[in-house]
């Protein structure tokens, strides 16, 4: 919001009362989402909301109750929310840059919301439609993901083809700030600039076709999940390049080591190492012993923990001055960083260990002297 009109020379977004709608949308589905919690039923559908548990009603004891009917009616407006955005900021990109702000002139961050923004626009459509099915089952008993007149892996399908560009939507922003901040640091500008446009692009358009790695353990047709292996494969070829453009652009310069530095550089080193344990899922073999495991759930956090926040932590010490007009102070940024990326390995670390065990995840307690040997 702040941002982007800054850098492309538009004294506001397209759409100011768009913007505030999308905002109050936000709240007003935050306390839906959280209702269950203040009246002590709530959700337990988990945050994937996969039918039939999430559409039985009546006797059941997945019913109707309040905390996850509230619950699925704020996914919905979330979801409204997000696409009042992405509208307001394709358009204010597209037609309120200055005059000489061509495309290829566009900051990085720019392009990387914008890029951001098409994904989230295209793909949220399928979860809003699918989530509101989900709610009419839940509540009025319609059978569009019931087990013997509907399809309950439709809903898988239409969750993970808005699932799977949403952590590029969340991932690809963050490209773009440590673009900013590690060419800054290194006070040169960015070594191959129209490769990591082309390259964010190329994340965004395959992010599309990756949605089945998510399901391949659901009795997906042969040839569908060795189609869907190969594209997720591809993957690795942007984002490759926008980790070698970074390293280019680190060994060509006078690196200074401030606060928003380590932030990005520990993005870059965090998300590779997420990459890479992202590589195992779409093999076909290793997916079905590491599905439901913790190594999903580290390599989950690898990617938007070192990805999405790192990420947003360098553009939040790196954009301070420029919003508030005064300086953090250093030493408590950078413990701020050191306690948060150690504690953060520690934590999430280990998880790939247990996961490679078969440690199955969302399990809280376990029989008396249950072990991994």
Avoid at 230 to 250: E, F, Q, R
Wanted: proline share 5%.
């Amino acid at each position: 919001n702040y941002i982007v009109p800054l850098q492309i020379g538009a004294q506001d977004l397209a759409f100011p009362r768009i913007n505030a709608l999308g905002f109050w949308f936000i709240a007003f589905s935050c306390i839906l989402i959280f209702t269950g919690v203040f009246t002590g039923e709530a959700a337990d559908i988990t945050w994937v909301m996969y039918p039939p548990y999430s559409s039985l009603t009546g006797d059941s004891i997945y019913d109707n109750s309040p905390g996850t009917v509230s619950f699925i009616a704020g996914i919905v407006m979330l979801g409204v929310s997000s696409t009042l955005s992405g509208i307001n900021f394709i358009a204010t990109i597209f037609v309120m840059r200055a005059p000489g702000v061509t495309w290829m002139k566009m900051p990085l961050f720019t392009w990387s919301f914008l890029i951001s923004m098409f994904m989230r626009y295209l793909s949220l459509p399928a979860l809003i439609v699918g989530v509101l099915f989900l709610y009419l089952d839940h509540t009025i008993g319609t059978a569009f993901f019931a087990i013997n007149a509907g399809d309950p892996i439709l809903f898988q399908h239409l969750f993970w083809f808005f699932g799977h560009p949403e952590v590029y939507v969340v991932s690809v922003p963050a490209f773009g700030i440590v673009s900013e901040v590690l060419a800054t640091s290194a006070r040169r500008s960015i070594f191959g600039y129209k490769s990591m446009v082309y390259a964010m692009a190329g994340i965004g358009l395959l992010g599309f076709v990756v949605w089945g790695h998510h399901m391949l353990s659901s009795g997906m047709d042969p040839t569908l999940r060795v189609v869907m292996m190969a594209t997720t494969m591809l993957v690795t070829i942007p984002t490759g390049i926008k980790i070698y453009s970074w390293l280019a652009t680190l060994w060509g310069g006078a690196l200074v080591f401030k606060t928003h530095t380590l932030w990005a550089l520990g993005f870059v080193v965090t998300f590779t190492l997420g990459g890479i344990s992202g590589m195992f899922f779409p093999a076909i073999a290793m997916d079905v012993h590491l599905h439901e495991t913790y190594f999903v759930v580290a390599h989950f956090h690898y990617v938007i923990f070192g990805g999405a926040l790192l990420g947003f932590f360098a553009g939040f010490y790196f954009w301070w001055p420029k919003v508030f007009g005064n300086m953090l102070g250093e030493r408590l940024g950078k413990w701020n960083f050191w306690t948060m990326l150690i504690g953060f390995n520690l934590t999430f670390g280990p998880m790939h260990i247990l996961g490679l065990q078969g440690m199955s995840r969302r399990i809280d307690t376990y029989s008396p002297g249950f072990g991994f040997e």
